[in-house]
């Protein structure tokens, strides 16, 4: 259930996940073939307690219905996420860097995968080792040093 509030990005993708989860379990999505589109998009409507989520279905609810999964949730970043949030969480991943501030690499790189995994299914995901070389162009100088180090 996405209950009243600000839709985040990281609320969306959340909400897809557990919603996937409940679709396999409850034999709504077919993992041999095409997913069974209209019970998933109905059963959406229901987990939505935000009055706007519910005023933007209600406006077209016969467009909304036909709708695929996919389709839908692009449609509700449209309508509910900054016009920009794509390139925002790009900007954020690319200009991240590793300092004092930070408590351990770990942490850090964990944040950064975690940002990442947002951008699932868009075109500004990073593949594996693009996150890789990005996390090791913005280390400080002295966990550069040690990496290096290990490295040899």
């Given at each position: 259930m996405v209950s009243k509030g600000d839709l985040t990005l990281e609320v969306i993708k959340q909400f897809m996940d557990y919603l996937?989860?409940?679709?396999?379990?409850?034999?709504?999505?077919?993992?041999?073939?095409?997913?069974?589109?209209?019970?998933?998009?109905?059963?959406?409507?229901?987990?939505?307690?935000?009055?706007?989520?519910?005023?933007?279905?209600?406006?077209?609810?016969?467009?909304?219905?036909?709708?695929m999964t996919d389709e839908f949730i692009i449609a509700l970043h449209?309508?509910?996420?900054?016009?920009?949030?794509?390139?925002?969480?790009?900007?954020?991943?690319?200009?991240?860097?590793?300092?004092?501030?930070?408590?351990?690499?770990?942490?850090?790189?964990?944040h950064m995968q975690k940002l990442n995994s947002l951008l699932c299914e868009t075109l500004s995901h990073f593949k594996l080792a693009a996150l890789h070389e990005q996390l090791e162009a913005k280390m400080d100088a002295p966990l550069c040093q040690k990496y290096i180090e290990k490295k040899l």
């Open positions: 996937m989860d409940f679709f396999v379990m409850k034999s709504i999505f077919n993992l041999d073939g095409p997913p069974m589109v209209h019970q998933q998009v109905h059963s959406m409507y229901t987990a939505f307690k935000d009055d706007r989520v519910h005023d933007w279905i209600a406006t077209d609810h016969l467009k909304h219905l036909s709708m449209t309508n509910f996420l900054p016009v920009n949030w794509e390139d925002t969480l790009c900007i954020r991943i690319m200009s991240a860097v590793f300092n004092a501030s930070c408590k351990t690499f770990w942490v850090f790189s964990n």
